[in-house]
Every structure is written in C-alpha cells, then in structure tokens.
C-alpha cells in the first residue's frame, strides 16, 4: 500500500534543526544511548526540489494540464541520468540519502568497532563488497558448494528435499513463505505461502506479442549465465529454452498482479495435512518441520492454480531442467555479489535491455544497497543518531492530528454511506495507529556472524539471519512495535492488519515538509502523504479490513454497492490515459492508490482550509499565487520525474502506482477546488464533466 512508485529512498536533513526549534517531545525515546554528533549536512551536494516559480511554465495553463505547468520546464532540463531509470523529486531525495549513507558506512568501516557490534557487521559488509579484487579473483567459486547440491538432484525426492533446505536458508525460489498476522485474527501470526519462481516481471511478459523481444532476449541471458558458470555453449542454449518453458507453465498458473489485488485471493487457511493432499508430491508438514516453525495446524496456502502446476511438475519435469532452472536462478540471485561477469550480465538484461539504464550505479551505490538489503534497520539507527533528533517527530505528530481531524469530518458528513457502515467507518478511524520517524524499539543483531572475508558470505550470512528472524514470528503475537521500513526511507505505507500509518524520517523534506513553508506546500505535499495512507484504510483493499484488523466485512451491501460504483469511475478515468503509445494505464491495478491519491489529497486540502482559518495571518499569496494554488502545485512537484522507456514500460506492467504524470493530474481533475483556485471552466482539460467527476471520500 506504499505511497511511492520507485524503489526506497530518503533522508531529513536540511530541516533537522529548524524541527528541533518545535520544542521536545518528552514522551519520545532517544535513538540510541550513544548519540553520535551532529552530520555535518554542509558535506551534501545535491540540492532539494522544492516549488519554485522560476521552474513554472506560463505557456501551459493549469486548467489545461497542471504537471505540465508546474513541472515541464524542470522536467525538460533534467532527463535520466545514464545509471537512473527514473529521476525527479524522490531520486533526489534518494541521492541525497546515499551521501548521509556513504558517509556512514564509511565512518563503520574505518572505525575501530568493537567486534560483533553493529559498526563492526556493516564495515564487514562494506569493505568485502569494495573489495573487488579478492571478489574478481574468488569467481564462482563462492556459490561452488550450493552448485554442487544442484548438479546431484536427480529425481523428485531430492529435489523437494533441496527445495525445503534452500528454504529454510531463505533462498527460496519456487515461491515465497513469509510471516504475517492472520487475516481473520490480527492479533497472532501465521505463515504465508504464495506464488513465485518467475524471472520476468510478472505473468503477462509470458504470453504478451509485445514482449517477444523481451522474452527472446532472456533467454539469451540464461544462457550467458550457464555458460559463464561452466556449462557447454550449445547445451546452455538448450537449456535455456527448458528453462523458458518451465517458467511458461509456472506464469500460466499463476495469478495477475490485478487479480493479486484481492485480499481473500491472497489468503487461504489450512493445515499441513489438508495442504499435503492437495499436493502429493511436496509435503507442506516435512517443510514446516525442516523451518522449524510451527505452522502444521494453520497456514495460508492461496494460488491453488499455481501450487497444483508445481507439484504436477516436481513428477513430470525431468531432473535437468529442474537443475538448469535452480542453477540459473541461484547464480543469477547471487549476481550482485560475485565477479564482474556475473553482475555485468545480470545488468546488461534486467537494468539496460528491460529498463533502459545506460550504465550501472557506481560500485558504493550498489554495495551500500546491499547494506541495506542486510542491515537497513542497523544502518538507520545509525542514520537517525547522526541526523534524525527525537524532537522531531512533534511537527509531524502535529500535522498528522489535523488530518486525522479533517477525515473525521469526512466520514461524518459523507452523503453516500448509511449509519451502520458510518458507525464502522468512524471505528477504524478511531483505531488508527500512526508511527512517525523510527522504532522505539531497534532490532537486535546479535545473532549475526560477518567476517572480513566474503562478500557473497556476509550477504547470505545475513540472509539466512533476516529469514529466521521472520520464522521465528509465526505462532506469536504480533509484535505492533515493528516496522516495515527502514528510517532513512523517503517513502510511507499503511498497514492493514495493524491499522498503521507509517512515516519514516526521511519524508520530512521538501518537497515533502519545509518547516519554514507557508501552509499550503506543507499540506500539498506531506499532508496529502499522511492523507493518502490514511484513505488506504478505506481503498478498495483496505476497506475490507476492520479496525481491528481483521478481514471482515463491515459494509452493508448497499454502501459496498455504492462504494463500487464510485470506484469504477476511477477505474475508467485511469484506463483512458494512454502514457506510451497504444499502452494505457491499468485502472484496476493502480486502483488503491488512485483512491489514495483523490482522498488523501481531498483530506489535505480541507485540513488547509482548517488551519488557515485558524491562523488567517498565513493565508497570503506567494510569488503571486494563493494558498490554495500552492497547495496544488506543491502537489505536482511532489510527482516531478522522468522516466526511461523500459522503465515506464515495466511499470505500466506492473507497479500499482500509476505514472507520475497522471498521478500528479488525476486527483485535482476531480476536485472543484482546484477549479476554483485557478479559475477553470467547464470544459477544460482539468475539470472532469459532472457525470464523469469521480467523488469517493
């Protein structure tokens, strides 16, 4: 339910002091015991996006197309660097992250750590993954071992016990087994088994005419890969097809990203017992007991299309190709960590061929992705001591109540909804639980062995470690501390089984938050965030979660009727963009944040009007535009960003976030507010007819 459509990213700096200035929050924790001094923010070279009226394009009316208006000069000045395949307002963010970052790892691995700490751990990670002479010279002979185990698979039994073993490891490529809390009892966790084992995007890239030369050019990547691992050219080229056809089948059965979507597609509980009759030849309970958790009386096992083509083909897909299938994968899994062939192959396909990036990431950058990979949440302790003090989080806590306030108001007054859904509705507002900045309580990594040796080790190492750590919940309570992201994040997320909204310390940065903004760009841009996650308690997903977290219908069939019909219009508005040609957006994939988008900004626009009314001193035009008009413009420079071909292409395939582009112009084209602030007349391009405005929240 992320409010992004990119990768992680983020980190508050420049506002660090000037939220400080807010006053202390006595109730807060500090980050660590040890506070480290303050980041010197002067060793930052890449500057913030915020709203500028120099970047505002007169020739483009607002009415007509407010991306356009506000984003097209800045947007034509800055294309994609060659090592991005996106760039904007949170690939800014990002860069300026991995500064903070850079420097840190770097301070770990020089230090004089005490063995075993968290310092000591990430150096480890850092000075092997840097090291690429000893990484040059190792080859494959790192991965040899699991390699070895591969090439002695020769009939079902081994196989399977390979599949459980690798597992448990966490290098499962099959399909996926997680942790999370019951859907029907929010309270407790239980494991999650779902559908995997593709190396393309998702199930369409199988079977789309438009991705023939996708699909050709994997196949000649799966064959450089088991060629460079020592297999005969000719034979790799063979091998490659049966790997092909073997994902074919597995992407025949599984679901879509669309059909994905649906909660009760994702959840289905049963035992062990009852799971190993519907495949006979993987036993659910010998995997349980090799993970050693326990998970034999209750577990989710959705996708029964897909879990019934697997076990079909443990009987009838002949040894070699299982093993041309794993040794593909777990060379191809391991690529980032391994000699330079390997990492260049593996970019060459995923991050040029299917993107479009025209060179790959300097070496840190790509090593200190894999610290965070590893150790993100130790590396954001590390982040929050140097640059993220506890007072912060008071502006927030403070801009979160007013939003909050102005849903309320919402849900009150809402025409469309009968009392008895109302009466839930309010419920879960009320039960909302909101998590600004970081954990009050930090991970421990005790458990973790790193050396100065390996990179792929340290990187398996902590694999290995992370996948326990999940394990090691299933049967227990959920823990309600817990994060899902990391602090240096620039990102936020809502939580269903939890009710949580999620703001990570990093998002406090224009243009996000400014503390030394007028109200309108604050609320056009973390404000609108606080609202998004707030409205993803109420999406077309969301929605079928109670407050307390519980997938449980509260709506009475009439307003579900209602809601429905509402976001059909949404899905229809999002459909009829068409973002490359002949290629539109999928309104029924990016549904959840569509709806996100239109009440969270909705939301955040009322609660300006709050505020401002409150304080009328602060309702003044800037640069010759109103509250009201930089409320909305603030909007789109959040979505300022360029993307490349492959890239967008992929995303419009996949991501649940519509293009920026349409994000930026989708939810104001149905709000008669915006008209209002820019004088918009029936008819223009921005203001959607009646009969096709679509109102939800």
Same mark, same amino acid.
């Given at each position: 339910?992320?409010?992004?459509?990119?990768?992680?990213?983020?980190?508050?700096?420049?506002?660090?002091?000037?939220?400080?200035?807010?006053?202390?929050?006595?109730?807060?924790?500090?980050?660590?015991?040890?506070?480290?001094?303050?980041?010197?923010?002067?060793?930052?070279?890449?500057?913030?996006?915020?709203?500028?009226?120099?970047?505002?394009?007169?020739?483009?009316?607002?009415?007509?197309?407010?991306?356009?208006?506000?984003?097209?000069?800045?947007?034509?000045?800055?294309?994609?660097?060659?090592?991005?395949?996106?760039?904007?307002?949170?690939?800014?963010?990002?860069?300026?992250?991995?500064?903070?970052?850079?420097?840190?790892?770097?301070?770990?691995?020089?230090?004089?750590?005490?063995?075993?700490?968290?310092?000591?751990?990430?150096?480890?990670?850092?000075?092997?993954?840097?090291?690429?002479?000893?990484?040059?010279? /190792?080859?494959? %002979?790192?991965?040899?071992?699991?390699?070895?185990?591969? $090439? #002695? +698979?020769? *009939? @079902?039994?081994?196989?399977?016990?390979?599949?459980?073993?690798?597992?448990?490891?966490?290098?499962?490529?099959?399909?996926?087994?997680?942790?999370?809390?019951?859907?029907?009892?929010?309270?407790?966790?239980?494991?999650?088994?779902?559908?995997?084992?593709?190396?393309?995007?998702?199930?369409?890239?199988?079977?789309?005419?438009?991705?023939?030369?996708?699909?050709?050019?994997?196949?000649?990547?799966?064959?450089?890969?088991?060629?460079?691992?020592?297999?005969?050219?000719?034979?790799?080229?063979?091998?490659?097809?049966?790997?092909?056809?073997?994902?074919?089948?597995?992407?025949?059965?599984?679901?879509?990203?669309?059909?994905?979507?649906?909660?009760?597609?994702?959840?289905?509980?049963?035992? /062990?017992?009852? %799971?190993?009759?519907?495949?006979?030849?993987?036993?659910? $309970? #010998? +995997?349980? *007991? @090799?993970?050693?958790?326990?998970?034999?009386?209750?577990?989710?096992?959705?996708?029964?299309?897909?879990?019934?083509?697997?076990?079909?083909?443990?009987?009838?897909?002949?040894?070699?190709?299982?093993?041309?299938?794993?040794?593909?994968?777990?060379?191809?899994?391991?690529?980032?960590?391994?000699?330079?062939?390997?990492?260049?192959?593996?970019?060459?396909?995923?991050?040029?061929?299917?993107?479009?990036?025209?060179?790959?990431?300097?070496?840190?950058?790509?090593?200190?992705?894999?610290?965070?990979?590893?150790?993100?949440?130790?590396?954001?302790?590390?982040?929050?001591?140097?640059?993220?003090?506890?007072?912060?989080?008071?502006?927030?806590?403070?801009?979160?109540?007013?939003?909050?306030? /102005?849903?309320? %108001?919402?849900?009150?007054?809402?025409?469309?909804?009968?009392?008895?859904?109302?009466?839930?509705?309010?419920?879960?507002?009320?039960?909302?639980?909101?998590?600004?900045?970081?954990?009050?309580?930090?991970?421990?990594?005790?458990?973790?062995?790193?050396?100065?040796?390996?990179?792929?080790?340290?990187?398996?190492?902590?694999?290995?470690?992370?996948?326990?750590?999940?394990?090691?919940?299933?049967?227990?309570?959920?823990?309600?501390?817990?994060?899902?992201?990391?602090?240096?994040?620039?990102?936020?997320?809502?939580?269903?089984?939890?009710?949580?909204?999620?703001?990570?310390?990093?998002?406090?940065?224009?243009?996000?938050?400014?503390?030394?903004?007028?109200?309108?760009?604050?609320?056009?841009?973390?404000?609108?965030?606080?609202?998004?996650?707030?409205?993803?308690?109420?999406?077309?997903?969301?929605?079928?979660?109670?407050?307390?977290?519980?997938?449980?219908?509260?709506?009475?069939?009439?307003?579900?009727?209602?809601?429905?019909?509402?976001?059909?219009?949404?899905?229809?508005?999002?459909?009829?963009?068409?973002?490359?040609?002949?290629?539109?957006?999928?309104?029924?994939?990016?549904?959840?944040?569509?709806?996100?988008?239109?009440?969270?900004?909705?939301?955040?626009?009322?609660?300006?009007?709050?505020?401002?009314?409150?304080?009328?001193?602060?309702?003044?035009?800037?640069?010759?535009?109103?509250?009201?008009?930089?409320?909305?413009?603030?909007?789109?420079?959040?979505?300022?960003?360029?993307?490349?071909?492959?890239?967008?292409?992929?995303?419009?395939?996949?991501?649940?976030?519509?293009?920026?582009?349409?994000?930026?112009?989708?939810?104001?084209?149905?709000?008669?507010?915006?008209?209002?602030?820019?004088?918009?007349?029936?008819?223009?391009?921005?203001?959607?007819?009646?009969?096709?405005?679509?109102?939800?929240?």
């Amino acid at each position: 339910m992320n409010f992004r459509n990119l990768a992680p990213l983020g980190l508050t700096l420049a506002i660090a002091a000037s939220l400080a200035a807010c006053g202390k929050n006595e109730t807060a924790p500090a980050a660590s015991a040890d506070a480290k001094p303050a980041f010197d923010l002067s060793q930052i070279k890449t500057p913030l996006i915020s709203l500028n009226s120099a970047d505002l394009d007169p020739s483009i009316s607002a009415c007509t197309d407010l991306n356009g208006f506000v984003n097209s000069k800045w947007l034509k000045a800055n294309p994609v660097p060659g090592d991005q395949t996106t760039w904007g307002s949170f690939e800014i963010l990002r860069e300026r992250s991995l500064e903070v970052q850079h420097a840190l790892v770097q301070q770990a691995a020089a230090s004089q750590a005490k063995a075993g700490s968290v310092e000591a751990k990430i150096g480890d990670i850092w000075k092997t993954g840097n090291d690429e002479a000893k990484i040059e010279a /190792a080859g494959l %002979a790192p991965l040899q071992p699991q390699l070895d185990k591969i $090439t #002695a +698979l020769n *009939d @079902t039994a081994a196989i399977t016990q390979y599949l459980r073993d690798s597992q448990a490891e966490g290098k499962g490529v099959l399909f996926s087994l997680f942790a999370n809390a019951d859907y029907k009892d929010s309270g407790n966790v239980i494991a999650y088994v779902g559908q995997g084992g593709l190396g393309l995007p998702e199930k369409g890239y199988y079977f789309d005419d438009a991705q023939a030369k996708i699909r050709d050019a994997y196949v000649a990547y799966i064959a450089q890969v088991l060629t460079l691992s020592g297999v005969d050219a000719a034979q790799a080229a063979e091998q490659a097809k049966a790997v092909m056809a073997f994902e074919t089948r597995l992407a025949k059965a599984s679901m879509s990203r669309i059909e994905m979507r649906d909660p009760a597609k994702r959840y289905n509980p049963l035992s /062990a017992a009852d %799971a190993d009759k519907l495949t006979p030849n993987f036993s659910w $309970t #010998a +995997l349980f *007991d @090799t993970l050693k958790v326990p998970a034999a009386q209750k577990f989710s096992l959705a996708q029964p299309g897909f879990f019934g083509e697997m076990d079909k083909m443990l009987a009838d897909v002949p040894a070699s190709t299982w093993q041309a299938y794993l040794r593909f994968h777990t060379i191809d899994d391991a690529s980032p960590y391994l000699s330079s062939q390997f990492e260049k192959a593996n970019f060459e396909f995923y991050g040029s061929t299917l993107r479009g990036q025209k060179e790959m990431q300097p070496r840190w950058k790509r090593v200190l992705e894999s610290v965070n990979g590893g150790m993100g949440e130790a590396l954001g302790q590390l982040y929050v001591d140097a640059v993220f003090p506890a007072e912060s989080k008071v502006a927030m806590q403070h801009l979160v109540e007013n939003l909050s306030q /102005a849903l309320k %108001a919402r849900l009150e007054q809402l025409p469309w909804m009968g009392e008895e859904t109302r009466k839930k509705a309010l419920e879960k507002w009320a039960s909302f639980t909101p998590k600004i900045g970081y954990p009050d309580k930090w991970r421990d990594w005790a458990g973790l062995q790193t050396n100065g040796d390996s990179y792929l080790g340290n990187m398996q190492a902590a694999r290995a470690f992370n996948y326990r750590y999940m394990l090691d919940k299933i049967g227990k309570p959920v823990d309600k501390t817990e994060w899902g992201m990391t602090p240096q994040t620039v990102n936020a997320y809502y939580n269903a089984t939890k009710n949580e909204i999620v703001f990570p310390a990093a998002i406090l940065q224009a243009p996000f938050f400014d503390a030394k903004a007028d109200p309108a760009l604050n609320y056009g841009g973390i404000g609108a965030v606080i609202g998004h996650e707030m409205m993803h308690g109420y999406d077309d997903s969301g929605s079928q979660f109670a407050a307390n977290g519980n997938f449980d219908n509260w709506w009475t069939d009439a307003d579900r009727k209602a809601f429905t019909q509402r976001t059909d219009q949404l899905v229809a508005q999002f459909d009829g963009y068409e973002s490359v040609p002949g290629v539109f957006v999928k309104g029924k994939l990016t549904l959840g944040e569509n709806i996100g988008d239109l009440g969270g900004l909705t939301v955040a626009y009322d609660a300006l009007q709050m505020a401002l009314k409150e304080d009328p001193k602060a309702n003044v035009e800037v640069d010759g535009h109103s509250q009201d008009q930089r409320f909305f413009m603030n909007w789109a420079t959040v979505w300022r960003r360029n993307f490349t071909d492959g890239e967008l292409r992929v995303r419009l395939n996949t991501d649940p976030h519509a293009p920026a582009n349409f994000r930026a112009n989708g939810a104001p084209s149905n709000m008669p507010s915006f008209a209002a602030a820019f004088q918009c007349k029936a008819g223009d391009a921005m203001v959607r007819a009646d009969d096709k405005r679509v109102v939800i929240w």
